[in-house]
């Protein structure tokens, strides 16, 4: 059993950053694979960025790669996404998701067991 909590969303102007953190409880945190994905107004949800259980592997949706990194600290029980040079489309309820033996680069929302409750991030114009 793994509870995620997100954190560090907000409200920022177009070409901002902001680093959003998902702390999780369970002591095999390590055994997870570890996504993000969003969801935007009247949208369904969608993938953003996937890490492997170690961090050695990422794996980002085509749009975001190179704006967004995703790291995980597992001393912390904690992942990281680092959103820069933002655009008002990149408004949404961002989710932080676990998911045990996933293939990879798990891509699909349904291939995640845990998640998070969700932070908001709106980029302003």
């Known amino acids: 059993q793994v509870q995620l909590v997100e954190s560090g969303g907000g409200l920022v102007q177009a070409g901002g950053s902001l680093r959003l953190s998902c702390a999780a409880s369970?002591?095999?945190?390590?055994?997870?694979?570890l996504a993000w994905f969003r969801q935007a107004p009247g949208k369904g949800r969608e993938f953003v960025a996937v890490?492997?259980?170690?961090?050695?592997?990422?794996y980002y949706a085509g749009s975001r790669q190179g704006r967004f990194t995703i790291s995980r600290d597992n001393a912390k029980n904690t992942v990281y996404l680092q959103m820069n040079s933002l655009k008002p489309e990149d408004t949404a309820v961002y989710y932080c998701a676990a998911g045990s033996g996933v293939a990879w680069p798990a891509r699909t929302w349904l291939e995640y067991n845990y998640w998070g409750q969700g932070t908001q991030v709106t980029v302003s114009s």
């Open positions: 890490i492997s259980q170690y961090g050695s592997s990422t």
């Open positions: 369970g002591r095999t945190f390590s055994s997870y694979v």
